[in-house]
């Protein structure tokens, strides 16, 4: 009786797919993990000052309100 070796592992290109797919997949979470952490610790430096300047003030100036 003959037998036929049967990998379990599939064709060498359909693994060589498989892993690019998932080097593919695994890098795109690496930079949206990134890109959530640098907004996240930009909006806490934001938040340390809510106050800025926006135009100087002086004697000169008048309110047109009053």
């Given amino acids: ?3 036929t070796s ?3 592992g599939g064709s ?5 797919r498989f ?3 998932l080097a593919l997949i695994s890098g795109l979470a690496i930079i949206a993990g990134l890109a959530l952490l640098l907004n996240i610790l930009q909006r806490k430096q934001e938040a340390r000052n809510p106050f800025y300047r ?3 003030l002086d004697d000169s100036i008048e309110d047109p309100e009053i």
Avoid at 12 to 16: D, E, G, I
């Fill in 1 to 3: 009786m003959a037998t």
């Fill in 6 to 8: 049967n990998d379990s």
């Fill in 12 to 16: 060498p290109k359909r693994t060589l």
């Fill in 19 to 21: 892993y690019l797919v």
């Fill in 54 to 56: 926006v135009v100087e």
